[in-house]
């Protein structure tokens, strides 16, 4: 919308923007906003709107002189580049990052979650170790990139329509591919990084069945993949090389053959009411837009607290996405251990940047930008409200296994959205909440993804994409509490067998991707 068209509408603020706290410099439209728009405020004089705002974007209310912090969220954004005058569009034309220091403080701000929502039962597998997941699929998971081609095509074998119809109880093959496994060095970060992602795939509850695939002269050997797991009693678990087997065709045709001797079996496997004590969560957000951290975002933290208050996890991650944020949940810190465990990654992060001649202010992506963020501070302000107010439990490395009933926890992983929610869903999430406002695709097999839209807008053009419309809070149809409740149900309903939009799509093979560090040689 060009800045020359101007307007004379004349409009209540609270009409066409959300001011989120008394004291923020800023307040976000909710429409576009056209030049010389007035905008009405009760006991104060108008705001003319000095050049078109999109809608997202945010509005100055106030005076901010040149050097001075921009706040939002009642947190500081960045730093005015010049001065800003009341109804100026805020964005990267006059808003730039805030490198000043936070006051860390741990544990100061611990808040009781609802736990109104204990005895709460869905409908889950529970294996014979005690873990309860919430799909039952049979894995095809490869040690090295050189087995991913054979891998996809034995688990072709089993796709399309009917190929699976006398087995209801099984929700398909899928292929676990990925591009390394050799050519690093197995001890290293990368190496072991690598394999504790392939292994707690291998050990996900949301498998009854497993055949590990390797070339076999790889650097990591498909038998580390299993090897001292303490797999349940009653996985179905195969392992096979290419090289022993006599090539691409013979190993296609012999693990065929296993699987179908193996689908029997894992059929036998039955839902059963199950505490939703027993859920794994994982929290991810991808696409954002200005509407994210006041719609999708905080509504799953509502549902995260529900969950958690009824004795869940739910775990947050994407650590360049909470830097610039990080001192609210260090104040969410049952210990000050605890709180210095994520301190410690986010430094590990500006040295990891670095060497890779960037800084953790690279982000937001223009995606993000055009949708009306303008610095990872304020990324990070609304990505960390899908972790609701619970106290921060635990900080887990990537892909790390996390201990179920630990409550609300983080994860280190990349804001990349394939390689973070493959880290949560290694770690053991059984199911994957995914907020967007620009519109994500994202699939998350075997744990299904829950797609959370925030702006009606682009609900409605993505619609058979996303599951649940969170716009509708900006749009005033619907509280953030209701919405949250919304979430919250939905999560229960997914995790009991209802199937997920991505689920229908049949994505999340291709979106398994471990973060791959280190030196290839």
Same mark, same amino acid.
């Given at each position: 919308?060009?800045?020359?068209?101007?307007?004379?509408?004349?409009?209540?603020?609270?009409?066409?923007?959300?001011?989120?706290?008394?004291?923020?410099?800023?307040? &976000?439209? +909710?429409?576009?906003?056209?030049?010389?728009?007035?905008?009405?405020?009760?006991?104060?004089?108008?705001?003319?709107?000095?050049? +078109?705002?999109?809608?997202?974007?945010?509005?100055?209310?106030?005076?901010?002189?040149?050097?001075?912090?921009?706040?939002?969220?009642?947190?500081? &954004?960045?730093?005015?580049?010049? /001065?800003?005058?009341?109804?100026?569009?805020?964005?990267?034309?006059?808003?730039?990052?805030?490198?000043?220091?936070?006051?860390?403080?741990?544990?100061?701000?611990?808040?009781?979650?609802?736990?109104?929502?204990?005895?709460?039962?869905?409908?889950?597998?529970?294996?014979?170790?005690?873990?309860?997941?919430?799909?039952?699929?049979?894995?095809?998971?490869?040690?090295?990139?050189?087995?991913?081609? =054979?891998?996809?095509?034995?688990?072709?074998?089993?796709?399309?329509?009917?190929?699976?119809?006398?087995?209801?109880?099984?929700?398909?093959?899928?292929?676990?591919?990925?591009?390394?496994?050799?050519? *690093?060095?197995?001890?290293?970060?990368?190496?072991? @990084?690598?394999?504790?992602?392939?292994?707690?795939?291998?050990?996900?509850?949301?498998?009854?069945?497993?055949?590990?695939?390797?070339?076999?002269?790889?650097?990591?050997?498909?038998?580390?993949?299993?090897?001292?797991? !303490?797999?349940?009693?009653?996985?179905?678990?195969?392992?096979?090389?290419?090289?022993?087997?006599?090539?691409? #065709?013979?190993?296609?045709?012999?693990?065929?053959?296993?699987?179908?001797?193996? *689908?029997?079996?894992?059929?036998?496997?039955?839902?059963?009411?199950?505490?939703?004590?027993?859920?794994?969560?994982?929290?991810?957000?991808?696409?954002?837009?200005?509407?994210? %951290? &006041?719609?999708?975002?905080?509504?799953?933290?509502?549902?995260?607290?529900? *969950?958690?208050?009824?004795?869940?996890?739910?775990?947050?991650? /994407?650590?360049?996405?909470?830097?610039?944020?990080?001192?609210?949940?260090?104040?969410?810190?049952?210990?000050?251990?605890?709180?210095?465990?994520? *301190?410690? #990654?986010?430094?590990?992060?500006?040295?990891?940047?670095?060497?890779?001649?960037?800084?953790?202010?690279?982000?937001?992506?223009?995606?993000?930008?055009?949708?009306?963020?303008? =610095? &990872?501070?304020?990324?990070?302000?609304?990505?960390?409200?899908?972790?609701?107010?619970?106290?921060?439990?635990?900080?887990?490395?990537?892909?790390?296994?996390?201990?179920? $009933?630990?409550?609300?926890?983080?994860? !280190?992983?990349?804001?990349?959205?394939?390689?973070?929610?493959?880290?949560?869903?290694?770690?053991?999430?059984?199911?994957?909440?995914?907020?967007?406002?620009?519109?994500?695709?994202?699939?998350?097999?075997?744990?299904?993804?829950?797609?959370?839209?925030?702006?009606?807008?682009?609900? /409605?053009?993505?619609?058979?994409?996303?599951?649940?419309?969170? %716009?509708?809070?900006?749009?005033? @149809?619907?509280?953030?509490?209701?919405? $949250?409740?919304?979430?919250?149900?939905?999560?229960?309903?997914?995790?009991?067998?209802?199937?997920?939009?991505?689920?229908?799509?049949?994505?999340?093979?291709?979106?398994?991707?471990?973060?791959?560090?280190?030196?290839?040689?």
């Amino acid at each position: 919308m060009s800045d020359t068209l101007r307007t004379t509408t004349s409009l209540p603020l609270a009409e066409a923007t959300i001011l989120l706290r008394p004291d923020d410099d800023v307040a &976000i439209a +909710t429409r576009d906003l056209l030049a010389g728009t007035v905008l009405e405020r009760e006991g104060a004089e108008p705001l003319v709107v000095a050049a +078109t705002v999109p809608r997202a974007h945010k509005l100055a209310v106030r005076v901010v002189a040149a050097g001075g912090q921009v706040r939002k969220y009642g947190q500081s &954004i960045g730093r005015a580049t010049r /001065e800003i005058l009341p109804g100026e569009h805020v964005h990267g034309h006059n808003l730039a990052m805030d490198d000043g220091e936070h006051d860390y403080e741990f544990g100061t701000a611990r808040v009781t979650v609802p736990p109104t929502m204990r005895g709460r039962t869905f409908r889950g597998y529970r294996r014979a170790d005690g873990r309860v997941g919430t799909r039952n699929f049979i894995g095809v998971i490869t040690s090295v990139n050189c087995s991913a081609s =054979t891998a996809k095509m034995i688990a072709d074998q089993f796709r399309g329509i009917g190929v699976l119809d006398e087995f209801e109880h099984v929700d398909g093959v899928m292929a676990i591919t990925h591009g390394s496994g050799c050519g *690093l060095v197995p001890d290293s970060n990368g190496g072991q @990084t690598l394999l504790r992602t392939l292994r707690g795939y291998a050990h996900h509850p949301n498998f009854g069945g497993l055949l590990v695939l390797g070339l076999g002269c790889e650097m990591i050997p498909v038998q580390s993949l299993t090897a001292g797991l !303490d797999l349940p009693e009653g996985l179905h678990v195969e392992t096979m090389t290419i090289q022993d087997s006599g090539g691409v #065709r013979a190993t296609v045709r012999e693990a065929v053959a296993k699987i179908r001797a193996m *689908l029997p079996e894992v059929d036998q496997a039955r839902r059963e009411d199950v505490d939703i004590s027993e859920l794994v969560l994982g929290l991810n957000c991808g696409g954002s837009d200005g509407y994210s %951290g &006041i719609t999708a975002n905080p509504a799953l933290g509502h549902a995260s607290d529900l *969950l958690v208050g009824a004795g869940g996890t739910s775990v947050l991650a /994407e650590t360049p996405e909470v830097y610039g944020a990080e001192h609210l949940l260090t104040r969410r810190a049952v210990s000050e251990e605890v709180g210095r465990k994520l *301190l410690d #990654r986010i430094a590990w992060w500006k040295d990891y940047a670095a060497a890779g001649g960037g800084t953790l202010d690279n982000n937001p992506s223009p995606g993000n930008k055009a949708g009306g963020l303008t =610095t &990872i501070l304020e990324k990070s302000l609304g990505a960390v409200a899908k972790g609701g107010t619970a106290e921060l439990s635990a900080v887990y490395e990537y892909a790390e296994p996390i201990e179920r $009933g630990v409550g609300f926890a983080f994860m !280190d992983t990349p804001g990349y959205d394939p390689v973070s929610v493959t880290g949560l869903v290694a770690g053991g999430a059984t199911v994957v909440c995914f907020t967007t406002g620009r519109g994500s695709v994202l699939g998350s097999k075997p744990a299904p993804t829950i797609k959370l839209a925030t702006n009606t807008e682009m609900y /409605e053009r993505m619609h058979e994409d996303m599951d649940l419309n969170c %716009g509708r809070i900006v749009d005033g @149809t619907a509280t953030l509490t209701e919405v $949250g409740e919304e979430i919250f149900e939905k999560i229960i309903a997914v995790a009991s067998g209802e199937t997920s939009v991505s689920e229908e799509l049949d994505l999340g093979q291709e979106e398994f991707v471990p973060w791959q560090l280190g030196a290839v040689t």
